[in-house]
Structure formats: C-alpha cells, structure tokens
C-alpha cells in the first residue's frame, strides 16, 4: 500500500516577515557598527596615509639626492642647501637631460619642483618649474630642520651650508594630521651621500 506524498509545507507570510526583519536589524547593527569603528579609527587611517605617503616621497628625494650630478649649464651638483630646502641638480626621470631639482616646504607640505633647462646652450634660467606634493602635515619646529648637511668627515655643516663642502644629506620630517591628538607625531629620517661629486 502506498503512502500518501506529504505535503511540501513553505513558509508562511508571518514567518517571512520575521525572517526579513531578523536580517535588516542584524544589517542595521552592522552597518553601524562599521561606521562606528570607521569615525573613531578615521584619524588614525589619516595619519597612517599620510605617514606612507611621506616615508615614500622620502626614499624618492634621498634617491634623487644620491644621484646629483653637473647641470645642463654646467652648474655644480648642489645649487643650495638651507634647513627647510635643497636646490640641486639630477636625472630624474632617466631621459638624459639634468633636471634642476627644489625640495622646498611650503605650510606645512613639503614639494618637490623639477625645470627642465632649455635652449642651446642649456638654461635653466625662465623656464617653468613643475612642482608636487612629497609630504602633507609636516610639523618639523625651527628647532628640527628638515635638511642637515655633512662633510667629508661626517660633520655637521652650518646652515645656509657651504655647498663645495656638502658631501652627505640627512632628511628629518615629522608628520602628524592633528597634533591635539594621539598618537604623537611620526619621525620619518633617512640619508644620502652623493655619488658624483668626486667622480666628476
């Protein structure tokens, strides 16, 4: 004797309903909690980016800065060297021609200018700098310059330093996004001695 099929039994109105308001609470709570923990932790994301941000622009500038070399013009290696800017000149972009290179602060943000020379001979003198942004919210006081300068026996160097007697370069920069807040501001440090000064 065969049994009867039983019935497939699906869920009612009532229980749909509890189903659905089950999971757009459960959504509800989570989305809050998300942007919970994203306004709390937005400061601490700001300054972890501006962090990466200027430890990257760094290792750029100390690159640069190891590879300055005689201008187009026939200018030595390093321009000028002052506590919050560096004038000197560089290939950066491996396209054969030296650029003059300015790292320079500016409130609070440290640039980087590149002119390329032109004419013939080569000029660099008129010719329109292009500058971007290598770090924001640098907090270096008067008593914390970004820029120090070394000789050949590794002494410090008065600034407006000497630029014949520049052989190394340290970089100090600290960046803090608000520094009412915690954590305290983060010091980035990094060096470079130039290549070819003796080689040229």
Same mark, same amino acid.
């Given at each position: ?25 459960? =959504?509800?709570?989570?989305? =809050? ?12 994301f ?6 990466d ?20 013009? =026939? ?9 919050? @800017?560096?004038?000197?000149?560089a ?16 409130? =609070? ?22 500058? @971007? ?18 000789d ?8 407006p ?9 340290s ?14 501001t ?15």
């Amino acid at each position: 004797m065969k049994r009867a099929p039983v019935p497939v039994r699906g869920f009612t109105l009532i229980e749909t309903i509890v189903v659905i308001s089950i999971l757009a609470v459960v =959504g509800v709570a989570i989305s =809050g909690m998300i942007a919970y923990i994203y306004k709390t932790n937005t400061f601490l994301f700001q300054q972890s980016a501006a962090t990466d941000n200027a430890r990257r622009g760094i290792e750029y500038a100390l690159e640069n800065l190891r590879e300055a070399s005689y201008g187009a013009d =026939g200018s030595y290696p390093i321009a000028s060297a002052a506590t919050s @800017t560096v004038t000197f000149y560089a290939d950066v972009d491996n396209d054969g021609t030296v650029e003059k290179i300015r790292y320079y602060l500016s409130n =609070g943000t440290l640039y980087r200018g590149v002119t390329n020379p032109a004419g013939s001979p080569p000029s660099y003198s008129g010719q329109t700098e292009a500058s @971007t942004i290598v770090a924001n919210y640098v907090q270096n006081s008067t008593s914390t310059p970004i820029f120090n300068y070394y000789d050949d026996t590794g002494t410090l160097l008065s600034t407006p330093a000497d630029v014949s007697k520049v052989e190394s370069v340290s970089v100090v920069i600290g960046v803090d996004v608000d520094v009412r807040r915690a954590p305290v501001t983060f010091t980035l440090i990094g060096s470079a001695t130039i290549r070819n000064l003796k080689a040229q």
